[in-house]
């Protein structure tokens, strides 16, 4: 069950917090930690945030440089990071039932032409057009959302979250491989049970 704040944590809880996005993140990140290990009541401090352009393994190193250089330390809680691979937005392209079998939108047939996700690895999409792949991710995402009149925003990601939805995805990996940064985040939830 969800806290809203740290502190309040007791048995089988979890407290979500924003790290505002890479870089910004190092300082919530630096916080987090110290207050992880203060308050003491929690087995893991999960880290997610986008690779971005950079490498699923740097971003990772990334980090652990940063808390290593830092002189920062866990004592109680381990660190798990998940990286979304480019981003968050790119999960979620891995649902093939999202897509009208004949979309009318001419961006999104564009996109489609470009880079097909219901076919292709979502993970592999290069860019198309906008400032960086993450960018044109969501930019596809959205577009895919407003062919059936729905939208997705960061901080109203709709649908995205229902278990019908995250079951696609997971479907969408054990038939192609697909989208497996995501299927790491689903491996760690999966182990807490």
Excluded at 18 to 44: A, C, H, M, T, W
Excluded at 110 to 129: A, G, H, S, T, W
């Amino acid at each position: 069950k969800r806290v809203n704040y740290a502190v309040d944590a007791a048995s089988n809880n979890y407290y979500l917090i924003s790290g505002e996005g890479y870089p910004l993140l190092f300082n919530q990140l630096r916080n987090s930690i110290l207050e992880v290990n203060e308050i003491g009541k929690y087995d893991y401090l999960v880290l997610c945030l986008d690779a971005e352009e950079t490498l699923i393994e740097d971003r990772k190193k990334e980090i652990l440089e940063y808390i290593e250089t830092n002189g920062l330390e866990l004592q109680k809680a381990e660190l798990i990071i998940i990286v979304q691979n480019p981003c968050f937005e790119t999960w979620f392209l891995g649902n093939r039932k999202m897509f009208k079998r004949h979309p009318q939108s001419p961006v999104l047939n564009q996109y489609i032409n470009f880079y097909d996700v219901r076919k292709e690895d979502p993970e592999l999409m290069p860019c198309y057009q906008e400032n960086t792949r993450a960018q044109f991710h969501h930019a596809y995402l959205r577009e895919i959302f407003a062919e059936r009149n729905l939208s997705y925003t960061k901080q109203r990601p709709g649908n995205v979250g229902e278990e019908a939805f995250l079951n696609e995805l997971i479907k969408r990996n054990a038939d192609t491989g697909h989208i497996s940064s995501f299927m790491d985040f689903i491996r760690f939830v999966a182990s807490l049970n």
